[in-house]
C-alpha cells in the first residue's frame, strides 16, 4: 500500500508486551490517518466508559499519508486519547520530528496502553521497543528532559514528553516537544502521565511507500514557491499568529477579563508589532518554509516562543499587561506541559470568583507574582493550584449556580481566544467543535466579521461545515499544518493532488469531505457512547455570551440571542444528518459506512 505502511505499533505498558496490528487498506481509505485513524483505534480498543486514568484507556500518536515526506508543513503529528478533562474524544497537534521518525520507523501510528508501575519512557528504533527507566527524569520539566534525552540519544531522533503538569494529572497537560511545541489540550499529557510515561523517544530510517514521487516532488516545490511567492508571506514571517492581536481588538473580539469584553485598552503592551521589536530569533515545525516560532527574552532573560493564543489568554484575558510577563508565564506553561488556553481561562475564572466573593482565597487581576507561583502550583497540584488544574467546568460546579454562568468553556474544555458576543458563527464552531471549545475545527471569524457579522444565517453554517471538512477533517486526518492554506492562502487543490501522488489513489477535495464527514459522525458516536447519551445543550456556547451583554467598545450592548443560536444549531444537525438532539441518523451511519456503531448507540439512545 502506497502512502501507508498499514500497520499500528501497540504497546501494553503494563505486561511490556509490544505488537503489531496490520489494518486493512479500506480504513486508511476510510479514515486517512491522524485524527481519523485514531478515533477509528479508540472506538475500537477503548473499552466503553473506560476511566480516563485507568490503565485501560489508549494514547494513540497518529500521523498521515504525507508524514515525513517533503510537503509544505507535513511536520505534525496527532494525540488523541479518551479527555479527562471533558470525558469525551479528546485530541492534539503538535509540530515535531517525532512525526517524521514514527513514519520512518514503519508506522502509521502508536498505540499505548496499560500503565507502569515505575517512570518509564520509551525507546522506539525501527519498530524496536526499549522500556527504559525514567526515574532520573521523572519531576523534571519539558526542557531540561528534552536535554537530558538528546544527550543520550543524539538530535537525530524525534522526542514526545510530558512535564511535572503531566505526571501529576493537572486535567489539561499538554505533550511537548522541542521546547515551544505543545498539543493535545484536553489532558492528553495527563494520561500519559497516568501511564507513568514520561516520554517517547522514536527514530527510524525506512523509506516509507510512495506511489509517484516524481510527481510528489514536482507538486511540492510547486507549492512551496507559492507560498514564498504569496502576498501575505512577509507580514506573516514577522509576526506570525502574533499579528491577531491587533485584529482582534479592532474586530472587537480580544479576549478580556474572562471573555466580559472583546477590546482592552492596553492591547498594545502585548501586540505583535511590540513582539517584532522584540524578536530574537524565529522557530518552526519540520518541512516548513514560513516558521512562525517567534521567540522573544522573557522576564527572566530565558527565551519563550509566543502565539496569538497563548498571548491573549495570559495577557488581555487576565488582564496581563507585559508581554516579557506574558511571555514568561508562556514559557513556563511549555516547561511544565500546561495548555496555556485552559490555565489563561481558569485564571480569568477564578480571577473573576475572587472580585465577586465566591471563594475564600483572593486572587486579583493581572497580579503577576501569583499568577506565575499558581502556574507551577497548578502543575504539581498543590495549595490552591490543584483546584485551577481542575480547569473551569469543575471549579464552577463545586462553586455552585452562580459560578457556571461565568464558566467558560464547551463539554468541559476551556474556550481559545474569540470572544463571541457579537460572533454567532463562531460561537456555532465553538460549540461543535468535536473536542469541546477550541478554533481550531473553524476559525469561521476571519470570515464573519467581513460578512454578515452579526447576522445567524444558513450561509454561515453552510461555511462553518465547509471549515470543519477541511480544517477538522482533512488538515487533522493528514496531519500537515493548516495555515499555509489559512494564512497565505495556498490552494487547497495541491492537498489532495499531493495525497493522490503518495498513495496512488485518486482524491479530491470532494472525497476528502466524505472522510470528514464520517470522522466528525465517528467521534460524536464516541461522546454519545461515553457519555451514556447526549442533550444538546452539550453544543451550547458558555451562558455568559447570552447573558452578559458588552459594556465596551463598537458593539456595547451586544449579545447573543439564544433563539436564533439554537436554529443555526438546527441546520447545523441537519447538515451533518443528525437529529434535533445532535444524535447522528441511522440512515446518516449507513451512508458513511459507520453501520458498525449502530448496535452500541442503539442500547444507548432511540436512533432516529
Ligand atoms: C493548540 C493550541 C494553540 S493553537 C495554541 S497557540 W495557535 C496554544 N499553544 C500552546 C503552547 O505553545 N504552549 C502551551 N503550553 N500550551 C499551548 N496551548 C495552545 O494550544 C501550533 C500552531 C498554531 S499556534 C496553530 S493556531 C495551528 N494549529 C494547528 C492545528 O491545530 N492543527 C493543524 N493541522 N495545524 C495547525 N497549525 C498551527 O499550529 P492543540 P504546535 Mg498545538 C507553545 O495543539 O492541542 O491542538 O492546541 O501545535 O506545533 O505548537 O503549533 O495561535
Ligand atoms: Fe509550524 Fe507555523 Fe510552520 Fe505551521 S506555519 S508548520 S505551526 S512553523
Redesign the pocket.
Known amino acids: 500500500m502506497n502512502g501507508w505502511w498499514g500497520r499500528v505499533l501497540y504497546i501494553n505498558l503494563t505486561s511490556r508486551q509490544v505488537k503489531e496490528i496490520t489494518l486493512d487498506s479500506s480504513i486508511y481509505l476510510e479514515y486517512l490517518g491522524g485524527r481519523g485513524l485514531a478515533v477509528k483505534l479508540l472506538w475500537d480498543l477503548n473499552p466503553v466508559g473506560v476511566d480516563p486514568y485507568s490503565p485501560y484507556n489508549h494514547l494513540v500518536i497518529a500521523n498521515g499519508p504525507l508524514s515525513s515526506l517533503p510537503a509544505p508543513?507535513s511536520?505534525?503529528v496527532q494525540v488523541a486519547t479518551k479527555s479527562p478533562l471533558t470525558g469525551g474524544y479528546g485530541d492534539g497537534n503538535l509540530?515535531s520530528m517525532a512525526s517524521f521518525h514514527l513514519k520512518r520507523s514503519g508506522y502509521d501510528a502508536v498505540v499505548v496502553t496499560g500503565a507502569s508501575k515505575k517512570p518509564i519512557y520509551l525507546y522506539i528504533e525501527d519498530g524496536r521497543v526499549e522500556f527504559r527507566d525514567a526515574e532520573d527524569l521523572w519531576g523534571l520539566d519539558t526542557f531540561t528532559a528534552e536535554d537530558k534525552l538528546v544527550r543520550e540519544h543524539g538530535r537525530s531522533v524525534g522526542i514526545l514528553l510530558i512535564g511535572p503538569a503531566g505526571e501529576n494529572l493537572a486535567r489539561y497537560a499538554t505533550i511537548v516537544s522541542q521546547k515551544g511545541r505543545s498539543g493535545g489540550r484536553p489532558g492528553v499529557g495527563a494520561v500519559m502521565g497516568s501511564k507513568k510515561l514520561k516520554a517517547i523517544v522514536i527514530k527510524g530510517s525506512r523509506e516509507p511507500p510512495i506511489a509517484n514521487r516524481e510527481e510528489f516532488q514536482r507538486v511540492a516545490s510547486e507549492a512551496y514557491n507559492k507560498i514564498l511567492k504569496s502576498d501575505g508571506y512577509d507580514f506573516w514571517i514577522r509576526q506570525?499568529t502574533m499579528m491577531t492581536i491587533v485584529w482582534s481588538q479592532q474586530n472587537s473580539v480580544l479576549p478580556t477579563k474572562n471573555f466580559r469584553e472583546g477590546v482592552w485598552e492596553e492591547y498594545e503592551s502585548i501586540s505583535g508589532d511590540l513582539m517584532e521589536k522584540l524578536k530574537v530569533d524565529r522557530r518552526?515545525?519540520p518541512f516548513?518554509n514560513?516558521?512562525?516560532?517567534n521567540v522573544i527574552l522573557d522576564d527572566s532573560g530565558e527565551e519563550s516562543e509566543l502565539d496569538y493564543e497563548n498571548v491573549a489568554m495570559l495577557g488581555s484575558n487576565i488582564l496581563l499587561s507585559d508581554l516579557r510577563r506574558v511571555a514568561e508565564i508562556n514559557k513556563l506553561a511549555d516547561k511544565m506541559g500546561i495548555d496555556t488556553i485552559s490555565l489563561g481561562n481558569s485564571l480569568a475564572f477564578y480571577m473573576e470568583a475572587s472580585e465577586r466573593k465566591l471563594v475564600e482565597e483572593r486572587l486579583e487581576w493581572g497580579d503577576y507574582r501569583e499568577i506565575k507561583r499558581l502556574v507551577v502550583d497548578a502543575s504539581y497540584r498543590r495549595g490552591l493550584g490543584a483546584f485551577i488544574a481542575e480547569g473551569v467546568w469543575r471549579m464552577a460546579k463545586s462553586i455552585g449556580r452562580e459560578a457556571l454562568d461565568f464558566a467558560i468553556h464547551v463539554k468541559g474544555l476551556e474556550v481559545s481566544a474569540y470572544d463571541c458576543h457579537t460572533a454567532p458563527g463562531m460561537a456555532l464552531a465553538y460549540g461543535t467543535s468535536p473536542i469541546g471549545a477550541h478554533h481550531k475545527d473553524a476559525w469561521i471569524i476571519s470570515y464573519e466579521v467581513k460578512t454578515d457579522r452579526l447576522g445567524y444565517t444558513r450561509e454561515k453554517v453552510e461555511r462553518l461545515v465547509f471549515l470543519q471538512d477541511v480544517r477538522g477533517g482533512m488538515f487533522e486526518s493528514l496531519t500537515t499544518?493548516r495555515?499555509?492554506w489559512v494564512?497565505v492562502g495556498l490552494d487547497l487543490d495541491y492537498y489532495p493532488k499531493l495525497l493522490t501522488a503518495a498513495t496512488g489513489v485518486s482524491w479530491s477535495l470532494d472525497s476528502l469531505r466524505t472522510v470528514a464527514n464520517r470522522v466528525y459522525s465517528l467521534i460524536r458516536a464516541f461522546w454519545i457512547r461515553e457519555y451514556g447519551g447526549w442533550d444538546r445543550e452539550m453544543d451550547y456556547p458558555p451562558p455568559r455570551w447570552f447573558k452578559h451583554p458588552l459594556t465596551k467598545g463598537p458593539y456595547t450592548g451586544h449579545k447573543l440571542d439564544f433563539d436564533k443560536y439554537s436554529k443555526m444549531l438546527d441546520m447545523y444537525y441537519e447538515m451533518r444528518g443528525w437529529d434535533e438532539r445532535g444524535i447522528p441518523r441511522r440512515e446518516t451511519l449507513r451512508k458513511l459506512n459507520l453501520d458498525y456503531v449502530i448496535t452500541t448507540l442503539e442500547k444507548i439512545v432511540e436512533l432516529k
Do not use: A, D, R, V
Not at 514560513?290 to 516560532?293: E, L, N
Open positions: 508543513s511536520g505534525k509540530g506570525g518552526g515545525c516548513c514560513m516558521q512562525c516560532g499544518c495555515l499555509p494564512e
